[in-house]
């Protein structure tokens, strides 16, 4: 999987196209991609995005989830790159 961050115009390129992100969507890649293979649940992603303590998170990440990998991922229902973790969290897939 080919991704590819641009902080300047806040989207993300893969083999396919480029896609606009908003800022939070950016922010929450951007923090998964420097975290590869490591699993975190909403709070932990909440707090290092937004830089404070959460407040009923599950929801909202859940939304910012699914709205990038509409935009990453190739078959959005089954995504191979950021998956679910039943009861922890999400993580980011990187390619070995």
């Known amino acids: 999987m080919f ?3 641009d902080k300047n ?5 893969t083999k ?3 896609k606009h992100l908003t800022p939070t969507e950016f922010h929450i890649l951007e923090f ?8 975190y649940n909403s709070d ?3 707090r290092n995005v937004w830089k404070e ?11 910012h989830m699914r709205h990038i990998r ?7 229902p ?9 009861g922890k969290g999400y993580s980011f897939v990187k390619a070995v």
């Not at 998964?32 to 699993?39: D, G, R, V």
């Not at 509409?70 to 959005?76: L, S």
């Open 9 to 13: 115009t806040m989207s993300v390129k």
């Open 32 to 39: 998964l991609l420097a975290h590869p293979n490591e699993i």
């Open 16 to 18: 396919r196209n480029t």
């Open 44 to 46: 932990e992603i909440y």
């Open 53 to 63: 303590e959460p407040f009923e998170t599950n929801g909202m990440i859940a939304v």
């Open 3 to 5: 991704l590819k961050l």
């Open 78 to 86: 089954r995504p191979k790159f950021i998956l679910s973790h039943w």
């Open 70 to 76: 509409e935009k990453i991922e190739e078959d959005p």
